[in-house]
């Protein structure tokens, strides 16, 4: 028993290791903090419902798999899409029969509200009926087949 004190007074004392546990706990917070700012470790967090610092490898490379398939995917969409479009013919340059009478009642219209300042009359023949009659300011009678 004195041989084995002996042997173990000769071996020197364990290192402290508050230095390097200290430092051990400074990487692992320089790494949360790295992690945190990372946007794929926080999109991946949010996507597993975890804290960013709890985020296991495994976890990270399955959200990073998905990320790539999406990612893909829209490129080759948007890349269909621009092909399909480029081949496309050319438009006509006129512009089409609705654009061409939407325009026409839309004219017809201004010219017609700023030109004519008519009353409506009323007359009773046989029997009564309201007739709409075009008139002018002063009441007289518009001719519709006459133009002024």
Do not use: C
């Not at 230095?19 to 926080?42: E, G, I, K, T, W």
């Not at 969409?77 to 081949?87: E, F, N, Q, R, Y």
């Amino acid at each position: 028993m004195k041989a084995a004190e002996t042997r173990l007074a000769a071996v020197d004392p364990a290192p402290a290791m508050s230095a390097s546990d200290a430092s051990l706990a400074d990487a692992r917070r320089q790494v949360a903090d790295a992690r945190a700012a990372n946007p794929m470790f926080r999109v991946a967090a949010t996507w597993q419902r975890t804290p960013v610092e709890a985020l296991t490898s495994e976890q990270f490379e399955q959200v990073k798999h998905w990320a790539v398939i999406a990612l893909a995917s829209a490129t080759a969409l948007a890349t269909a899409l621009a092909a399909v479009i480029s081949t496309l013919p050319d438009r006509p340059s006129r512009p089409s029969k609705l654009a061409r009478a939407a325009r026409a009642m839309i004219a017809a219209r201004r010219k017609t509200l700023r030109r004519i300042n008519d009353q409506t009359r009323v007359e009773y023949r046989d029997r009564p009926r309201f007739i709409y009659v075009p008139t002018d300011a002063e009441g007289r009678v518009l001719n519709p087949d006459t133009r002024r």
